[in-house]
Each structure stands twice: as C-alpha cells, then as structure tokens.
C-alpha cells in the first residue's frame, strides 16, 4: 500500500538503520536514501514469510497488517510498529499489550525513535520470549487453521446453509435487539414500585406529619423582595410578585471621626482610597499582605485600609491600619476617589449609591458574579486575588483613579440609583405591610408553583409533540417504502415483458 516515502523520511529510516550492528534487509521502491548504511539492501520485492522464519532474524519491522502480524507470530519474531490506517494501529496495540511490538509514530518519528525502539527489541529479551510464547500458543491447536477455514465453507456446502448457528439477532427488529422492549418493561416495574413506595411515603407523612422542606417555605412566599435593582441587575423579564429593593440600606454620609477627616484632608488635591475586605476575611497571608501594602506604597492617595493581621513590611507612609472604619461616611466623602472591594453586595450598594468607581477582589459566593456586573456596566476593574501582583493592584487602581471613564459609569449608576419614585426601603417596608394587610398576595402569585414537575417543564406537551412527529414520520417512511415497493415491482414487470 506505501510505495514510496518522502525523502525526508527515507533518509531518517536509513540513518537509523545505519547505526544498528545486524544487517538490514528493506522492501523499498523509492529513490536511493543518501543516508544509507552499508549494512542495508535495498529490495523490490523479499520473500517475507521466509525471511521472518529464518533462525538469524532478530526483529521485523512492519506497518502491522493482519498479514504481516501473523507471519511475525508464527516464527516468533519481535516487531517494531509503524502502523499508518485502518486496522493496523488496533493491530499494533494489541501486539504491544502481549509484549511483542514496540510503537514509532511515522508521522512524528525522529531516527533516535526508532533506533531506540530497535535496541528495545532485539537487545531486550521479553520481547522475543513474548514473541516465542505467542508463536507456541499459534502452533498448539487441534486443527490447523487453513484446514479449519476448507472444512466450514465445505460444511455450509454440504448442510446448504448453517441456520443453526445463525444469531437470532440477526432476525429481530431493532428495539428488540437493542433490549428496548425490556428496558422499557424494567423501567415501568420501577416507576410502578417508586410510585407505590412514593405514595405510601406521602401517606405516612400526611398521617404523621413531617418538616417543611426550604423548597416548599420559598414556594409559599407570597412576595420576593430582591436586593438589587436596575442601576446593578442586567434587563429581565420578572414576576407580579417581585419588587427590586437594592440599597435600602445605603444612606447619606455623616461626618468623619476627628481623626480620620484630618487624615482625609491631608491628602490634599490627590484624595484617599478606601480599602476594606470585609468581615469575612480577617487575615491575609504575609505574602499577600506585603505585596498589597507594595502597590498602595506607590499611589499618590491617602490610604485607609481595614486591617486586622499583621502589619505588612512593605506599608507605605501613604497607607493607615484601622480594625474598623465608618466605610458608608468614607465612601460618600467627597475626596474618596476609589473603593477596592471583595465586592459583597452591601459594598458594592454603597459605592453605587456614593458614586464610587471600584477595584474588585472578589472570592467567594456571589462576589465574582458582582463585580463581574459592575465591569460590564464600566464602573469596576477585577483583580484575581490568587494571580495578583504588586503590579496588577497598581495597575488597576491606576486605571480606575486617573481614568475619568469609570468615575463617569460610577456616577451615571449612582444618579439611577436615586432617581426612583419610592425610596428602596420604603419600598419593601410597603410591600411587606401590604402582604400583612392582605392576608398573603395570592393575586400576584404565579400559576406554577402548583403545577406538577412536568406539568411545569411542559413535559407532557413536549411528549405529545414528540408522539406526533414520531407518529407523522412513521406515516411518511411507510408511505415512501410502499411507493418505492410499488415502483421496483411494476420495473421488473415491464423488464420481463
């Protein structure tokens, strides 16, 4: 099937055939390789099966076909494999779990390759006692294997046929063969015992009582109020029974404790950076530390940063400790420039509210998913708190400080964020006293939350759908296969005619 290799190759092949002591016999109806070695001959055509039977082969080197595979086996020769299509790579790969073949890849063989898989398998024993136990295991049978292939095609001659070894397989239908029909069988004895067991289940809960599920609390809620709103939130499609309330507790800023409106003030023209982790995160790690207190070194801002670890080495002048800080005041101080935020949703609100552009470190829970909001809306930068460096933390408090576009998108949000009929808390303190008032707001309630399951995915529509294309198209192929039927039956009758 290969006639000829690019030269390239040929060359490799000869170069690592070159540098083997046995003498190499290759089939080979290409030009002459320049690499060639003087233990090579080049041949048109070998008496292969010969060859491989002779005492003084040591290995074979094959593209693994089924017919090279078994001459190998039957005089117990070791291979090397260079399979290219079809059957030989499965081939190869069954020669190589019984220890008998090592594998080179044509397409990304170097001569090293190759004359290393030589040296396994003509210096390396296993390799040929593999080969000898599979040469023993061929020759230990009854009855030859040609004599074996005559006397059962003389059998099927003689009997006209072998319907008694035929597979009934082969003569049931689809569904059948595959099982369906059981599988289908099976399936409906576990629903009927999962349905029996599920209503006896039912019963007794009925009978004895049993704990409210968190599922079932939710689905009873006669009102969802939301802490977001649409200066934070992406457009969306929402319930009657839905009411936005995002910042309802954000408020305006009082005055600064003494001390930390001095510190404000001192940083004159250039403003402060408020820095705050949260509650959650008590300590960073050292590592962290220092190089979070190396990029604020580097800022012109005064820096006010909710610590409570150790303090870090590298701590700016720039930069104070505070175990707690007022961070609603700070935020709504008019020389606040940036927030760098775990961005949990009570920060994230009372940034939009003052119109604060932010950095966001985020870590768990819904952080990613808020500060991932807060970039798209152009008014965020987010730094990986695995991934980051001094340089990135400077990097992105640059962009945010000096860059005038998220200052911009920080305050567009925030003029959103007021300019609402109703005050978010006055909002949810109406909808809650309404719902009191009310008895429950089974007005607003949607129809779903007293569907069954697959009455609530359509199920059973999308199963009658189903049905009738199923059913439509079993028409159809029975129509087409009667009309083809028809057709061939009527062209043989005019070709006998």
């Given at each position: 099937?290969?006639?000829?290799l690019s030269?390239?190759k040929s060359?490799?092949i000869?170069?690592a ?6 003498k ?6 290409g ?7 003087a ?5 048109k055509?070998i008496?292969q ?6 005492p003084k082969?040591r290995a074979?080197?094959t593209h693994?076909?089924t017919n090279?595979i078994?001459?190998?086996?039957y ?8 399979p290219?299509f079809g ?5 190869l790969?069954?020669m190589?779990?019984k220890?008998?073949?090592v594998?080179v890849?044509?397409q990304?063989?170097?001569s090293?390759?190759?004359?290393n ?6 210096n390396?024993t296993?390799?040929k ?12 049978q009854?009855?030859k294997?040609l ?5 059962w ?13 035929r597979?009934?397989?082969h ?11 059981v599988i ?5 004895c576990v629903?009927?015992?999962a349905?029996?067991v599920t209503?006896?289940?039912?019963f007794?809960?009925?009978?004895f ?5 968190l ?12 802490r977001s709103y649409?200066?934070f939130?992406?457009p969306?499609?929402y319930?009657p ?7 309802l507790h954000?408020?305006?800023a ?8 001095e510190f404000v003030?001192s940083?004159?023209k250039d403003?402060?950076v408020v820095f705050t982790?949260?509650?959650m995160?008590k300590n960073?790690s050292?590592?962290?530390s220092n ?7 580097q800022?012109?801002q005064?820096v006010l940063?909710?610590y409570?670890?150790k303090?870090?080495?590298t701590?700016g ?6 175990k707690w800080?007022p961070?609603?005041?700070?935020l709504?101080?008019p ?11 009570n920060?994230i609100?009372?940034?939009i509210?003052?119109?604060v552009?932010m950095?966001?470190?985020p870590?768990?829970g819904?952080?990613?998913?808020n500060?991932?909001?807060?970039k798209a809306?152009g008014?965020?930068?987010d730094v990986d708190?695995?991934?980051?460096t001094?340089?990135n933390l400077l990097?992105a ?5 000096n860059n005038?576009f998220y200052?911009?998108?920080a305050m567009?949000l ?12 006055d909002?949810a303190v109406f909808?809650?006293?309404f719902v009191?008032?009310h ?7 949607p129809a779903f939350?007293?569907l069954?399951w697959f009455?609530h995915?359509s ?5 009658f ?7 439509v198209t079993?028409?159809v192929?029975k129509c ?5 039927w ?10 006998r005619?």
């Amino acid at each position: 099937m290969i006639k000829n290799l690019s030269e390239e190759k040929s060359n490799m092949i000869a170069s690592a055939l070159a540098q083997i002591p046995q003498k190499v016999l290759w089939r080979y109806t290409g030009k002459k390789p320049k690499t060639l070695g003087a233990n090579t001959r080049l041949y048109k055509w070998i008496p292969q099966n010969d060859l491989l039977g002779h005492p003084k082969t040591r290995a074979f080197i094959t593209h693994c076909g089924t017919n090279g595979i078994y001459e190998a086996i039957y005089h117990g020769v070791p291979m090397v494999g260079i399979p290219m299509f079809g059957d030989q790579h499965d081939n190869l790969a069954r020669m190589k779990a019984k220890g008998a073949a090592v594998e080179v890849d044509l397409q990304r063989m170097t001569s090293a390759d190759l004359l290393n898989a030589l040296k396994a398998v003509i210096n390396n024993t296993s390799y040929k006692e593999n080969a000898m136990k599979l040469s023993r295991i061929h020759h230990d049978q009854p009855v030859k294997p040609l004599d074996r292939a005559v006397f059962w095609v003389e059998f099927v001659m003689r009997h006209k046929g072998a319907k008694h070894l035929r597979p009934a397989s082969h003569d049931l239908n689809w569904f059948q063969y595959h099982s369906l029909d059981v599988i289908g069988f099976l399936l409906a004895c576990v629903a009927t015992v999962a349905f029996l067991v599920t209503k006896c289940c039912l019963f007794c809960c009925w009978k004895f009582g049993k704990p409210t599920t968190l599922c079932e609390i939710m689905g009873k809620a006669d009102m969802w109020l939301f802490r977001s709103y649409w200066d934070f939130e992406f457009p969306q499609p929402y319930l009657p029974n839905t009411e936005f309330v995002g910042g309802l507790h954000c408020k305006p800023a009082k005055p600064l404790p003494k001390e930390l409106e001095e510190f404000v003030q001192s940083s004159g023209k250039d403003g402060v950076v408020v820095f705050t982790l949260g509650s959650m995160i008590k300590n960073l790690s050292e590592e962290k530390s220092n190089m979070i207190a190396s990029a604020l070194a580097q800022i012109p801002q005064k820096v006010l940063w909710r610590y409570t670890g150790k303090k870090p080495e590298t701590l700016g002048a720039n930069t104070r400790l505070y175990k707690w800080i007022p961070q609603n005041d700070l935020l709504g101080h008019p020389k606040t420039r940036a927030f760098i935020t775990h961005c949990g949703t009570n920060g994230i609100y009372e940034a939009i509210y003052h119109g604060v552009p932010m950095v966001g470190i985020p870590m768990f829970g819904d952080q990613h998913d808020n500060v991932a909001r807060m970039k798209a809306k152009g008014a965020a930068v987010d730094v990986d708190l695995e991934r980051m460096t001094s340089e990135n933390l400077l990097n992105a408090l640059k962009a945010v400080i000096n860059n005038p576009f998220y200052k911009e998108n920080a305050m567009k949000l925030s003029r959103i964020h007021h300019d609402q009929p109703v005050k978010p808390l006055d909002r949810a303190v109406f909808w809650v006293e309404f719902v009191m008032r009310h008895k429950g707001a089974k007005h607003l309630r949607p129809a779903f939350y007293d569907l069954t399951w697959f009455q609530h995915h359509s199920l059973d529509v999308i199963g009658f759908l189903l049905a009738c294309v199923a059913t439509v198209t079993f028409l159809v192929t029975k129509c087409c296969l009667f009309f083809c039927w028809k057709f061939s039956k009527t062209e043989k009758k005019k070709k006998r005619e």
